[in-house]
């Protein structure tokens, strides 16, 4: 049917029109019949001074206004091209509101009109673009975008944006478009007009179109496998790596601006000879190594060859994505074969079709958040191949409803049921079994690793990238956590027979009275389970507030780390807590009865289907879980297996916001008899191996013997020399002597003078959470607002990634960032010029588990100075200083603040472990004309 919509954008002088934020201009564009016919525009006076932040956002300032007409005089016009109209706007509430004030306010009616909001219908409709801002959508669909943050040309992207929707949704299949009928009226937008046209557009025809199928109302992208093909290989090795990286080779044929890298050649060969003598291999290959590739070649070549698949993990999933989407389409291009390769994660990954479909029948607890979910869900599984949920970015509370419909949800696989074909986590685990290369993360490898190798397809030789993360992941893989969210969630799930758990519906559906299950009893223990873990937990952050007043220094990471043994007698409260411990763990075990002579029952009168007789199973080795975790924790200890066990609050949290773990403190002997003892061939590469060029460190750390490992360290191919210039003050306060304030107050103003010289484009790498926050808003005070555009890790909104894009989009800005911004952060070219650490990057003293492992160095007679935190402070240090350069085009400045790295005796470890550039110790004032001369 042919319907009127009227598209609108604002440009206003701030986000809030009940605080007396004013319109600045209007840009109106109207669609009839999927073309646009007509278009509005008008600058409005607001009454008020428009800020410098708004003027530098949208371009319009006090002099372009100063002349234009107000809303009021506007407000005829306006409601006149609304009128009759669907009202669209990206982000309906923000426009509509500042409209609805402002016709309140010239005497008219407030807009009825029905609604549509492209950032509601991007999300539903294109459930895997990288994020949903105008700018993000038009460019992920080629809309062209000339005038970013003015009003007329946003409302034609707008325009666009939703005629392109509009078409997709005309593509679904029926099935799509009847679920999401069911689930519109509890979304923003009027949706049901448009989903019920579209749904008669079908007519007669509702068979599933091909590459399509459909099962019990769900539509989703059919997957085929393909069947293995193995390919024998004559060619030598090193003719192969002839053919890509000589002169006139495949890769420079490939690559325009390819430059030919000695390391990576090397690096191919070391692993090439590694596996050949089934050594295990360290390998750290500097920034510009192009060390995925390097280790690609031989791996695929192995595989191949000997047709045995060979493991990849890394730790993040950028550089899987990246793997996966660059560098294998690259490899496949270079070698004159064919080979297979699969993406395994855990299971937590992978969407369970058959518990998304049973959630789908149930919407009377839905909230918006879990129905837009749903929404987002019922469209990505019409595209996606993999089921991984990672391909989309949910809304925040969907993360805890998708936990009910992961596969991780879904008990034991069992191969009669329909669903079992269609499981996505089934057929990646097929398509693993198949590959040649199989990649996967350092978490999975260490579950595999720690279950008996039940996880991963078998495999004797592996590549181990970002290797320095091995050891703390296959930690807290070894180790356990539990948390009040995690038990009260699964006590919900079961629930009290009076509530709206899985055990009262499963009761009611089957119909069974008091002599098959005790009602009364579970309900009064089940309460009592739930009062008492409440209580335990509220005792336990307490007992660490506490703690924290006596002892100030313990470590604060944002929670408050308590670390503590099972035998510790500080006071009268722990006994309590231990004895609520004890309480908890009696009434858990009565539960488990109760389900357990249910389970008898059903079993002996036949009754349960599949669905239910996972859910009782699943739900009797949860509860055992808790009670393993919680016996583990506060009432054993193992003197074989030393554990360090810690506490985390979230200190401005719910009373309850406590988290429990237990890690080993040495790693190193388990990973010799779990992991390098078991294989054949284990490669371990990242940028950051060695300190002093030296591998000891990394190898006493994982256990691995000296005499079965080759240690290779792969120079990297830029000009260090040229490309960086290092710089440290000497006329900073001491930090060490209670002088933080002035400390902070000398780094803002070497930001800010660094900032002038560079034009921002500055990275600024913390420590600590709250010297970042007190460094934000000092800059903020010091400097004018249109000066930089200052974007603070935990402060400014978004995700990692989202704030890097941000940083890279402003023409002057600087990125505050602690913790994960030391790593994996690419910025490359001009859009980073200077790099600048605050502090050295050491772990606090008092973090659990450094103290833990200081300890027993200090027992076996070692310095854990020098054996544990210059080492790791030394390969963190690397990690932030490798931010910098990542190509031979780059330049910049690296700033250390802390005078330690010059004035300490360990402060040449951390200069030695870098390449080798010019380093500058003097005054700040020197330093910036320096810097000033150098760019």
Known sequence: MDRRFAVIDLETTGHSPSKGDKIIEVGLVIIENDEITDEFSTLLHPGKDISPFITKLTGISNDDVKKAPRFQDKADEIAALLQNSYIIAHNVPFDLGFINEEFAFAGLKKLQNPVLDTVELSRILCPKAPGFKLGQLAEFMNLDHHDPHRALSDAFVTAKLFLTLKQKLYTLPYETVTQLLQLSKQLKSDLEELLYDCQQAFGMSIEPEAGMDSFRGMAFRAIEIPKKKHFDIATAFGNYLDD????????????????????????????????????????????????SLAYLIPAVYEAVRTNKRIVISTYTIQLQAQLMEEEIPLIRKLLPFSFDVALLKGKQHYISLEKFERSLANMQSDNYDITLTKSMILVWLTETDTGDIDEIQLPSSGYYFYRGISSDSEGFADPNSPWFSRSYYQKARKKAQQADILITNHALLSTDMFNEYQFLPSYNKAIIDEAHHLE??????????????????????????????????????????????????????????????????????QYVIEQKQRDRSLSDIGRIQYRFQTDEAYSSKWNVILEMVSRFIFYVRDLIHMLSQLDYHASEMDVFDRHEKINLQESIESLQSIIDRMEELFLMEDEQDPQVKWIEIEAKGAKNAVYLYSEPTDMSEILADEFFSQKKSLILTSATLTMKNSFTFVQNRLGLMPEDTVAVKIESPFSYENQVQLMIPNDFPDVRQGNQDDFIYSTCEAILSLADITQGRMLVLFTSYDMLRKSYWLLKDMMNAEDYMVIAQGISSGSRSRLKKNFQSFDQSILLGTSSFWEGVDIPGEDLSCLMIVRLPFQPPNHPIYEAKSQRFKNNGKNAFFELALPNAVIRFKQGFGRLIRSAGDRGIVFVCDARIVKSRYGRFFTQSIPSVPVTYDSTEKLMDKAEKWF
Do not use: C
Request: hydrophobic share 35%; proline share 1%; net charge negative.
């Open 244 to 291: 890509i990286f000589e002169e006139d080779g495949s890769m420079q044929k490939l690559m325009t601006r390819y430059e030919k890298r000695d390391g990576q050649r090397e690096m191919s060969e070391t692993i090439y000879d590694a596996f050949q003598s089934n050594n295990h291999a360290l390998i750290e290959a500097e920034t510009g190594t192009g060390k």
């Open 472 to 541: 703390e992941t296959a930690s807290k893989h070894y180790g356990l956590k539990l948390d009040y969210v995690s038990i009260q969630y699964m006590l919900s799930h079961i629930g009290a027979t009076d509530e709206d758990g899985w055990l009262n519906t499963t009761l009611v559906k089957y119909r069974f009275t008091a002599e098959y299950f005790p009602f009364e009893t579970w309900n009064d223990i089940f309460q009592k389970a739930k009062h008492e873990a409440d209580d335990m937990f509220r005792m336990i952050f």
